[in-house]
């Protein structure tokens, strides 16, 4: 993991970032490049702001195109149309899977990213927010996850904290 200088206080300015990261990236991939640009968009963006703070961020695109990818083929082949909150869940747990894979060896506990994921594309698809919003929704709810995790395991690895 890169490491930047260590610090306990909330990273507010990465929360921001992310937050208009992930905004941006749903509504590019939205407008412009259809279901699975979607997931390339956001791999983009949100790997913008993660460059600085994990090696080999740039994996981050591709798994976020293969979550997002994964997740809609489940939704597509295997649920029923008439159920509404599932396809949401299967599509947030499937990109926190394959974003986990990312963060696993880099991040303190990043097993929680996936349920995190679930819960925030669930929520934000809901339709509560507004279309427009969905991506800044999930932003918020996983870029305060994502800032913990990371300044967590900053300090953690820094202090030489051995526990899991």
Same mark, same amino acid.
């Given at each position: 993991m890169k490491s930047t200088q260590l610090s306990r206080k909330f990273d507010w300015f990465f929360w921001v970032q992310w937050i208009f990261a992930s905004l941006l990236g749903w509504i590019i991939g939205s407008l412009f490049f259809g279901d699975l640009g979607v997931g390339i968009a956001l791999g983009i963006l949100q790997w913008l702001i993660l460059r600085t703070r994990l090696s080999n =961020?740039?994996?981050w695109i591709i798994m976020t195109a293969i979550g997002w990818g994964f997740g809609s083929l489940i939704i597509l082949l295997v649920l029923p149309p008439h159920i509404s909150v599932v396809p949401n869940i299967m599509l947030g747990l499937s990109i926190g899977f394959?974003?986990?894979?990312?963060?696993?060896?880099? $991040?303190?506990? @990043?097993?929680?990213?996936?349920? $995190?994921? &679930?819960? @925030?594309? =669930?929520?934000?698809?809901? &339709?509560?927010? &507004?279309?427009?919003?969905v991506g800044g929704s999930v932003g918020l709810l996983t870029g305060i996850t994502l800032e913990l995790m990371v300044r967590y395991s900053d300090i953690r690895n820094t202090s030489n904290f051995h526990g899991d």
């Open positions: =961020a740039w994996l394959f974003q986990w894979l990312v963060l696993r060896k880099q $991040v303190y506990q @990043a097993w929680w990213w996936i349920l $995190v994921n &679930g819960f @925030a594309w =669930a929520f934000s698809l809901l &339709g509560y927010w &507004g279309i427009i919003f």
